[in-house]
């Protein structure tokens, strides 16, 4: 009876409803094929495909704000990239590759020792840089961070053969990061970076213009 007493009000319902307007030259009911789903009409005007939707990339439009660091670990960290990766002869460095940012996130999920191995790099950095400067790292010049970093630098014959010292350890490791994070970027992809002259377009020695470096090497050869 229930049945019986609501199926006058079904074609009411469907009177009421606004039929969608078939698409220009008639597409809608003979190019449509299944419920327009299958052929060249259906929704597109004059049988053209569906509308494509642009896709941008989240880190085309947005920043990556440190969490992991604190503010003057990270702006060490920044100035320490900077350094050691800048962008020389057409080739972005690591700031404008976001490396910095990037490595904040990789470090906050990696094992604790080596969360803390860079904690303790870029504390010492810090005061190093206020016991001989009087200043944060952030802050020196060129010249000062060649003073600070420089001791602190060792080539490796291995790559896991990291320095016992914790600081020059630290220092190993970040020129390793800080160099993937950089070469591995969109920004980096996007310019063409590798294809450049020199070792990835950096140029070769310790530089490719005046206060830039790309630190190489150096001897002596860590030994134990």
């Known amino acids: 009876m229930q049945a019986l007493a609501a199926a006058p009000a079904v074609p009411a319902l469907i009177a009421q409803?606004?039929?969608?307007?078939?698409?220009?030259?008639?597409?809608?009911?003979?190019?449509?094929?299944?419920?327009?789903?299958?052929?060249?009409?259906?929704?597109?005007a004059g049988g053209?495909?569906?509308?494509?939707?642009?896709?941008?990339?989240?880190d085309a439009v947005a920043e990556t704000v440190a969490h992991f660091f604190t503010t003057a670990q990270f702006s060490a960290l920044k100035k320490l990239s900077d350094t050691l990766m800048p962008a020389i002869n057409g080739s972005p460095g690591a700031l404008e590759c976001g490396a910095p940012e990037f490595l904040d996130f990789l470090i906050s999920a990696s094992p604790a020792d080596r969360k803390q191995l860079y904690r303790g790099g870029l504390d010492a950095l810090n005061?190093?840089?206020?016991?001989?400067?009087?200043k944060q790292f952030s802050d020196l010049n060129t010249q000062q961070?060649?003073?600070?970093?420089?001791?602190?630098l060792t080539a490796m014959p291995w790559a896991l053969d990291h320095p016992r010292d914790p600081v020059m350890h630290?220092?190993?490791?970040?020129?390793?990061?800080?160099?993937?994070?950089?070469?591995?970027?969109?920004?980096?992809?996007?310019?063409?970076?590798?294809?450049?002259?020199?070792?990835?377009?950096?140029?070769g020695g310790f530089?490719?213009?005046?206060?830039?470096?790309m630190w190489l090497p150096i001897d002596p050869v860590y030994k134990g």
């Open 207 to 213: 530089g490719g213009g005046a206060g830039q470096y």
């Open 145 to 152: 961070v060649d003073a600070i970093i420089r001791p602190l």
């Open 17 to 44: 409803q606004t039929p969608m307007s078939p698409a220009p030259g008639g597409a809608g009911a003979s190019g449509s094929g299944r419920g327009g789903r299958g052929g060249r009409g259906g929704f597109a």
């Open 170 to 203: 630290f220092m190993a490791s970040a020129r390793t990061d800080i160099s993937e994070a950089t070469r591995n970027s969109r920004v980096w992809a996007d310019s063409g970076g590798g294809g450049r002259a020199g070792r990835g377009g950096r140029g």
């Open 48 to 58: 053209e495909g569906p509308a494509t939707i642009e896709v941008t990339q989240p």
């Open 127 to 134: 005061a190093h840089a206020t016991a001989k400067f009087a």
